[in-house]
């Protein structure tokens, strides 16, 4: 019986945040990438995303190991296995879908890394990514899968590739996902040190903890960036997870901010929502979560006064969405993420981020507000 101990939430190529490589996808590379587990098992596998491809995937081959501790591509030696697709060495993904690999034998532990080799030696075309990895992926030439020192890994990016999923032996069901914006993606913290609030809430709570979290996502609608909103991916990118018992929603602050802003390009026209609106989307994942048997825990919205989502009416319609997840009686539990992290002085509806937490946009939290965000919610699991 397998558990989920890491996820990325597939994205359609873009040009996105920061330089990657979704665009112009790979041929004749190897490309490498290393994830931290949230649960361990003696058996792992993988599970690779083509959902946003057009064509067919080949996957020449692919290896997993043991990720070393310094900065860099290189792995362990002697801790490379090589991965197999129902027995063969090589898969071809159709487009739109997804596949599970065998299962292979390397203990992990909880809070471990593994690296995860593909090589791909046929033109991917744009390939289906996760934009914001706030940890390094690495790409070289030809078949890398069993190079252990990583000096031929000569580009780097910051986002995941294919990679959406990596699954333990563990049997455990107790998993919590958490499903939001850029804020739950882990925007802010420190890049390679694994300080997003997922990685927090794993450490404090002992149970694997998934990131399901895009950069910029929207609960109402769909964007060329920023990923299929929230209404509609939720059964894919959490409630497909093996042994996910408990959903926490934090989602909503694009949708309202977003109108607000004259910096998002990609996201035009942005309509501008009320809370009767956000109120239904709520209801929307809530219902089907519970269809799946699994607690719905609602984060309310944190303060982001003197931020670019920041306007009179942005700020009404936040205060009345998390007066309603308050006082609703509708999640099964409640976090209060605004309460916890806002500064001193103002109203609960205008008050900004406190700068302690504070990355420095007055919208997303530093590495200590996300250790924050983890105390609040795992108080309420």
Not at 34 to 53: P, W
Not at 145 to 166: C, I, Q, R
Not at 326 to 333: C, F, I, K, L, P
């Amino acid at each position: 019986m397998f558990t989920t101990a890491w996820t990325a939430s597939p994205q359609p190529p873009s040009t996105g945040f920061t330089p990657n490589w979704s665009q112009e996808g790979f041929w004749r590379h190897s490309l490498r990438q290393v994830v931290r587990l949230t649960a361990g098992g003696d058996r792992v596998r993988i599970r690779l995303s083509n959902v946003y491809g057009t064509s067919p995937l080949r996957i020449a081959g692919a290896t997993l190991a043991r990720t070393t501790p310094v900065l860099g591509a290189a792995v362990q030696a002697g801790s490379v296995r090589r991965l197999t697709f129902d027995g063969a060495s090589s898969a071809e993904i159709p487009a739109r879908a997804e596949i599970v690999g065998d299962a292979a034998g390397l203990p992990v532990e909880a809070g471990e890394s593994v690296t995860v080799t593909l090589h791909l030696d046929a033109v991917t075309g744009p390939a289906t990514f996760h934009a914001q990895a706030f940890a390094t992926s690495y790409r070289g030439a030809g078949d890398l899968l069993a190079d252990t020192g990583g000096a031929d890994f000569g580009e780097a990016t910051e986002s995941w590739y294919f990679l959406s999923g990596v699954d333990v032996s563990a049997g455990r069901t107790d998993g919590v996902a958490l499903f939001g914006d850029s804020i739950t993606d882990g925007f802010g913290s420190t890049p390679g040190a694994n300080r997003r609030w997922s990685d927090a809430l794993a450490a404090r709570t002992g149970r694997p903890v998934l990131n399901a979290g895009i950069g910029g996502n929207l609960l109402l609608n769909d964007s060329a960036w920023y990923g299929e909103k929230g209404v509609h991916r939720l059964a894919r990118d959490v409630l497909g997870q093996a042994g996910v018992n408990t959903l926490v929603v934090l989602l909503g602050l694009n949708d309202i901010g977003f109108s607000e802003t004259d910096d998002q390009p990609t996201y035009r026209p942005a309509p501008r929502v009320d809370v009767g609106e956000l109120i239904a989307g709520h209801r929307e994942l809530i219902r089907q979560a519970r269809a799946r048997r699994i607690r719905v825990v609602g984060a309310t919205l944190l303060p982001f006064g003197g931020s670019d989502h920041w306007g009179e009416r942005a700020a009404k319609v936040s205060h009345e969405l998390n007066d309603w997840i308050r006082r609703s009686g509708e999640y099964d539990a409640v976090a209060d993420l605004h309460r916890a992290l806002a500064g001193t002085g103002g109203s609960d509806a205008l008050c900004a981020l406190s700068d302690a937490y504070d990355f420095g946009d007055h919208l997303h939290p530093n590495d200590a507000g996300y250790q924050a965000m983890a105390e609040v919610v795992a108080e309420v699991l």
